[in-house]
């Protein structure tokens, strides 16, 4: 299909990892981003992964790109409620670097 | 610099009449863009221009859709009738070369 896909909704609790999962379309996307959207603002790039790496570490965050099932992950260590928020994946379509299309969020709740 | 810069922040207004998102990129950047956000379908890519020319237009719903750039520092998305299901928080975003899109904090357009 065209769209790039997350699961909706994710709780964990605070302390715990957090693990955010997303499947893209495009093979020859070049890079590979995940945004965070707190409430009432704009989407904020957390990190991203060229995609002929296959893992990256950005202090909390940690993010696994496997090509061949078009499957990337984002992993937040020792989760805090200032966590909290819309998480989107992005790929760069047509191998281009700015056209992004985004997937459709994952809502992280962080509860005590 | 103030980031992007996104008017009005709200809107209602009733269906049939004109509506007019203005947005204010960074400046230096060189690619801007129009988002659609809704409950029901995500984030939607509406258009994009480079260096002021539209690229790529194809996300743009219908003929009642219209997007300008006049110059580097300004783009409107035009909706003329609106309707009901445009309702939606509208982002522009602009970015330079890397792909990192800076986002506006969105307009709402709310379509009674």
């Known amino acids: 299909g065209e769209d790039v896909e997350q699961s909706l909704f994710l709780s964990v609790r605070e302390g715990d990892s957090s693990v955010i999962n997303c499947t893209y379309t495009d093979s020859s996307s070049t890079y590979l981003y995940w945004y965070k959207q707190e409430p009432g603002a704009g989407l904020q790039l957390l990190t991203y992964i060229f995609s002929n790496m296959d893992m990256k570490q950005d202090q909390r965050l940690t993010v696994l790109l496997n090509k061949k099932d078009k499957h990337l992950s984002l992993r937040i260590a020792d989760t805090q409620t200032g966590d909290s928020a819309i998480y989107f994946c992005a790929e760069s379509r047509s191998g281009g670097y700015n056209k992004l299309i985004f997937g459709a969020g994952t809502r992280l709740a962080v509860h005590p | 610099d103030a980031g992007v810069i996104q008017s009005p922040r709200h809107e209602v207004t009733e269906m049939g009449q004109e509506v007019t998102l203005r947005c204010k990129p960074i400046s230096g950047h060189d690619y801007l863009f129009w988002y659609r956000q809704t409950m029901m379908r995500g984030l939607e890519l509406l258009i994009y221009f480079n260096n002021n020319v539209p690229i790529d237009d194809s996300g743009m719903p219908e003929d009642r859709f219209s997007a300008k750039m006049p110059n580097a520092s300004f783009s409107t998305l035009k909706i003329q009738p609106s309707e009901p299901r445009d309702s939606a928080v509208y982002f522009c975003?602009?970015?330079?070369?890397?792909?990192?899109?800076?986002f506006g904090e969105g307009s709402r357009l709310t379509v009674l």
């Open positions: 975003a602009s970015s330079f070369l890397t792909g990192e899109l800076f």
